[in-house]
């Protein structure tokens, strides 16, 4: 039997519509707006999922907390007026007529808590050249992944610290321990433990940090003298010396000279400084004076040698002379007479 062409021209418009059809419906159109969600726990937060494809059957959200579905709709409305579930794990989900006959799209859902405290724990107190921890301490905060830990001695950071494998997302308590080898200097320097979340695209645009309270830690070390190990100093026979010992150490040194006892020779420590004063010098004064400070990490000594000279012979013949001339002038008046 002879087909009409009109006939083939039909059937064959018939199958590429069909054909086109089939490819159009043929993918997932699932649009989550705003597609990244930063919400902190206990708020609101609402987000829209919808289709461009006409072959819907249902459209939905699956959800801990709220699930959706929405029937021969192109659009499903998340809304939750206070999310306090940390697992909530909102997927939109669309169904069609034509295959893909399910799409899901999950939403990237960013669930956060501030710090509930931040605190510094530390030793006692810290030797100089010695490595000790300084931990800062994290509590209830959520999600670790975009935690931030800093210490800092004063203005200065020291360290840094996060959490980026870290997939939990309920709230988690964090120590951090961070090494520090102090120096002379740092002894009474201020340490502050800064956390920080760093949230990202569509994370609060004031982003606080908490702060620990600042915490003061004594560095200790053994004396070291502030002025010259060794000195050579002089005294008139008959005059007067102060000898001074000082140096610096934590804790504060003790003080102890060494050298023979004499009744005008007096010790006096005051303001971290200890002297030996010395009045009507004699030869007997003159040896080496011996100063030890010390503490328990350690001792520094000084040693001053006095040395004391006679009176000048000058002093002698100036006086001689006075008493030469006073006689001649007593002479001299008993003769006018």
Not at 121 to 133: L, V, W, Y
Request: charged letters at 20%; glycine letters at 6%; one cysteine or more.
């Amino acid at each position: 039997m002879e087909v009409r062409p009109l006939h083939i021209l039909s059937v064959s418009l018939l199958l590429v519509s069909i054909t086109t059809s089939g490819v159009s419906s043929a993918v997932c159109d699932v649009n989550i707006d705003p597609s990244r969600v930063v919400v902190r726990f206990g708020d609101p937060v609402t987000v829209n999922c919808s289709t461009t494809r006409e072959d819907v059957l249902e459209a939905g959200w699956e959800a801990s907390v709220s699930p959706v579905n929405e029937p021969n709709s192109k659009i499903a409305v998340w809304n939750v007026s206070s999310l306090t579930v940390w697992d909530a794990e909102p997927k939109c989900f669309i169904n069609y007529m034509n295959e893909p006959r399910q799409c899901v799209e999950k939403l990237d859902l960013v669930i956060y808590k501030y710090p509930e405290s931040v605190s510094l724990i530390a030793p006692d107190f810290m030797k100089i050249g010695e490595e000790s921890n300084i931990t800062c301490q994290v509590l209830d905060v959520a999600p670790a992944r975009y935690l931030s830990v800093k210490l800092y001695k004063g203005d200065e950071q020291l360290g840094n610290r996060s959490f980026t494998h870290n997939s939990t997302r309920f709230p988690v308590n964090e120590s951090i321990p961070f090494p520090v080898t102090p120096t002379r200097a740092d002894n009474g320097a201020e340490y502050t433990c800064v956390a920080e979340l760093q949230l990202g695209p569509g994370g609060p645009k004031l982003n606080p940090a908490k702060r620990s309270p600042p915490l003061k830690i004594p560095v200790f070390y053994k004396p070291s003298l502030l002025s010259a190990a060794e000195e050579n100093v002089e005294v008139r026979e008959g005059g007067s010396i102060v000898l001074n010992c000082s140096a610096d150490g934590n804790p504060a040194p003790t003080y102890e000279w060494k050298y023979p006892k004499a009744d005008n020779v007096q010790e006096i420590t005051k303001d971290g400084v200890s002297t030996v004063n010395i009045t009507r010098a004699s030869s007997s004064n003159a040896r080496v004076y011996e100063c030890h400070a010390k503490n328990t990490y350690g001792v520094a000594m000084k040693n001053i040698t006095l040395t004391v000279k006679g009176r000048s012979h000058w002093i002698g013949i100036g006086v001689l002379s006075v008493a030469v001339i006073t006689v001649i002038v007593l002479i001299y008046r008993q003769i006018k007479a």
